[in-house]
């Protein structure tokens, strides 16, 4: 496979590097796949599988009508995305998020790709910048990349890589939540594809209880950063402290909102703020804390989150953390088909690209494989069009919303998929309708550009159609 003119290499075998992979591979293209875990561990992983989650086990909403996380979930399955099938595979309940045991779909992933007839995976770091003979690559290192790799990827690009970090939520051990205190609900009585609209465990707090579990995060101890780690956090994975040092009312607008819940051991006292907990592997042995990720020491962590009622005796199977986080600068360093704009031969895919979330960067490594695979098939390939969440999410990182304003690019920052990348679209007033609200007309028009990026799709994906893979290859 090493010599054939075909070959792809690809560097990581996180979300991106296995989703690139499995396309790459099912449009006929044989792949090298490096992973350099199990020897040589991250910060973060603590296996050796392939696509590892090592913050949270949700992919977000699952809602491709109403939600640009979910459209792009419906997008990627109509593209044979080995990522979203191993996640509807290993679902759990969670409302309407899609959720998933960890285990099974890293499991999942990885039973895939070694029984497909394309792929090697080979278990060694890529240390340094990839051997010349290697004509086609892709970079999938993502943010925990080694510092041989970043060190290379830095003195080719001409720029600093930008850095923040990411901080992991803890997870409790389930018989330890006090179930007389917490109730079962989504927000909303929300039911998603694997729910019940019972999914969440619900931790109450009255005003004086969130006012003292505030006064302790803000009096806590944190991890000091070096001077060489003082970067700007990403406003999307704000660690739990550093919200509520932003104002005393900001977690209670944040991950700690009480609406669209009923306290069923107290209907008629609404709570002043919850704590909700997510399920994170299909036993329910184990429960994640919705955007408590965090940077308190760990001797702090224990002690601060028992203050919230129904953890009182919590039990944390894992504790929150740090992880670093690297991306480049991509509007300026890459073209619109990923390719650095100094060494052509190297694609970039994932969250190195500059795009944040597990289902943002599956959807970069989908796309970084099926050009790769045009390349070295010597066909033609189109890009996504922009009315795709594809296309939009590749015009952000490539630069297409940037058009002349410099200081933008100077100022690039990760992005998660939302309709605010996605081209407008004119909707008109239903007939009948007198009165047409603005949260109606806002609805609709969300409604109209997914069914619009839907259409898209499928005819962009029929031109570069391939069907050599499933599951359970």
Same mark, same amino acid.
């Given at each position: 496979?090493?010599?054939?003119?075909?070959?792809?290499?690809?560097?990581?075998?996180?979300?991106?590097?296995?989703?690139?992979?499995?396309?790459?591979?099912?449009?006929?293209?044989?792949?090298?796949?490096?992973?350099?875990?199990?020897?040589?561990?991250?910060?973060?992983?603590?296996?050796?599988? =392939?696509?590892?989650?090592?913050?949270?086990?949700?992919?977000?909403?699952?809602?491709?009508?109403?939600?640009?996380?979910?459209?792009?979930?419906?997008?990627?399955?109509?593209?044979?995305?080995? *990522?979203?099938?191993?996640?509807?595979?290993?679902?759990?309940?969670?409302?309407?998020?899609?959720?998933?045991?960890?285990?099974?779909?890293?499991?999942?992933?990885?039973?895939?790709?070694?029984?497909?007839?394309?792929?090697?995976?080979?278990?060694?770091?890529?240390?340094?910048?990839?051997?010349?003979?290697?004509?086609?690559?892709?970079?999938?290192?993502?943010?925990?990349?080694?510092?041989?790799?970043?060190?290379?990827?830095?003195?080719?690009?001409?720029?600093?890589?930008?850095?923040?970090?990411?901080?992991?939520?803890?997870?409790?051990?389930?018989?330890?939540?006090?179930?007389?205190?917490?109730?079962?609900?989504?927000?909303?009585?929300?039911?998603?594809?694997?729910?019940?609209?019972?999914?969440?465990?619900?931790?109450? =707090?009255?005003?004086?209880?969130?006012?003292?579990?505030?006064?302790?995060?803000?009096?806590?101890?944190?991890?000091?950063?070096?001077?060489?780690?003082?970067?700007?956090?990403?406003?999307?994975?704000?660690? *739990?402290?550093?919200?509520?040092?932003?104002?005393?009312?900001?977690?209670?607008?944040?991950?700690?909102?009480?609406?669209?819940?009923?306290?069923?051991?107290?209907?008629?006292?609404?709570?002043?703020?919850?704590?909700?907990?997510?399920?994170?592997?299909?036993?329910?042995?184990?429960?994640?804390?919705?955007?408590?990720?965090?940077?308190?020491?760990?001797?702090?962590?224990?002690?601060?989150?028992?203050?919230?009622?129904?953890?009182?005796?919590?039990?944390?199977?894992?504790?929150?953390?740090?992880?670093?986080?690297?991306?480049?600068?991509?509007?300026?360093?890459?073209?619109?088909? =990923?390719?650095?704009?100094?060494?052509?031969?190297?694609?970039?895919?994932?969250?190195?690209?500059?795009?944040?979330?597990?289902?943002?960067?599956?959807?970069?490594?989908?796309?970084?494989?099926?050009?790769?695979?045009?390349?070295?098939?010597?066909?033609?390939?189109?890009?996504?069009?922009?009315?795709?969440?594809?296309?939009?999410?590749?015009?952000?990182?490539?630069?297409?919303?940037?058009?002349?304003?410099?200081?933008?690019?100077?100022?690039?920052?990760?992005?998660?998929?939302?309709?605010?990348?996605?081209?407008?679209?004119?909707?008109?007033?239903?007939?009948?309708?007198?009165?047409?609200?603005?949260?109606?007309?806002?609805?609709?028009?969300?409604?109209?550009?997914?069914?619009?990026?839907?259409?898209?799709?499928?005819?962009?994906?029929?031109?570069?159609?391939?069907?050599?893979?499933?599951?359970?290859?």
């Amino acid at each position: 496979m090493e010599n054939s003119s075909k070959t792809i290499h690809i560097i990581g075998g996180g979300l991106a590097g296995s989703e690139a992979a499995w396309q790459a591979a099912n449009a006929g293209a044989k792949v090298m796949l490096y992973e350099m875990r199990p020897n040589k561990m991250t910060p973060a992983h603590i296996t050796d599988g =392939l696509a590892e989650l090592v913050c949270s086990n949700s992919l977000r909403s699952d809602d491709h009508e109403y939600n640009a996380v979910g459209l792009l979930h419906e997008e990627m399955r109509r593209c044979n995305s080995i *990522i979203m099938a191993a996640a509807d595979k290993n679902a759990l309940p969670a409302g309407g998020a899609l959720a998933v045991d960890r285990a099974g779909f890293s499991a999942a992933i990885l039973a895939a790709l070694e029984g497909h007839k394309n792929v090697n995976i080979v278990r060694e770091e890529v240390t340094g910048l990839p051997p010349a003979e290697w004509e086609n690559v892709i970079v999938a290192s993502g943010p925990l990349t080694s510092e041989p790799l970043a060190k290379a990827i830095q003195n080719i690009t001409g720029e600093d890589a930008l850095a923040f970090f990411d901080a992991i939520a803890p997870i409790i051990h389930d018989e330890s939540i006090d179930r007389s205190v917490v109730w079962a609900q989504s927000r909303y009585d929300k039911v998603g594809p694997s729910g019940t609209g019972a999914d969440y465990l619900n931790c109450p =707090l009255d005003e004086e209880e969130y006012n003292i579990f505030v006064d302790a995060l803000l009096a806590s101890e944190s991890h000091k950063f070096h001077e060489w780690e003082n970067v700007p956090y990403f406003d999307g994975c704000l660690p *739990i402290e550093e919200m509520a040092a932003r104002g005393r009312e900001t977690l209670r607008f944040g991950p700690m909102k009480p609406v669209g819940l009923t306290n069923l051991h107290d209907p008629e006292n609404k709570p002043y703020a919850v704590v909700q907990l997510r399920q994170d592997n299909s036993l329910g042995t184990l429960w994640n804390m919705i955007g408590f990720q965090t940077k308190l020491k760990y001797r702090s962590q224990a002690e601060i989150f028992r203050l919230i009622p129904g953890l009182n005796n919590a039990e944390f199977a894992r504790l929150g953390g740090l992880h670093h986080n690297t991306f480049l600068n991509s509007p300026k360093v890459l073209t619109g088909e =990923l390719r650095l704009k100094n060494q052509p031969r190297l694609r970039f895919a994932g969250q190195m690209t500059g795009v944040e979330g597990y289902v943002e960067s599956a959807a970069i490594g989908l796309l970084a494989g099926r050009m790769a695979a045009a390349d070295a098939l010597k066909e033609t390939f189109e890009l996504p069009p922009a009315t795709t969440a594809h296309g939009a999410l590749l015009a952000h990182i490539t630069g297409g919303h940037l058009g002349d304003d410099s200081a933008k690019l100077r100022s690039f920052q990760p992005m998660n998929i939302n309709f605010g990348l996605l081209p407008d679209i004119e909707v008109k007033k239903p007939e009948g309708v007198k009165r047409w609200r603005k949260a109606d007309r806002k609805k609709i028009k969300k409604k109209a550009v997914s069914v619009r990026a839907l259409e898209a799709i499928d005819q962009w994906s029929s031109q570069h159609h391939s069907d050599d893979g499933s599951l359970s290859a």
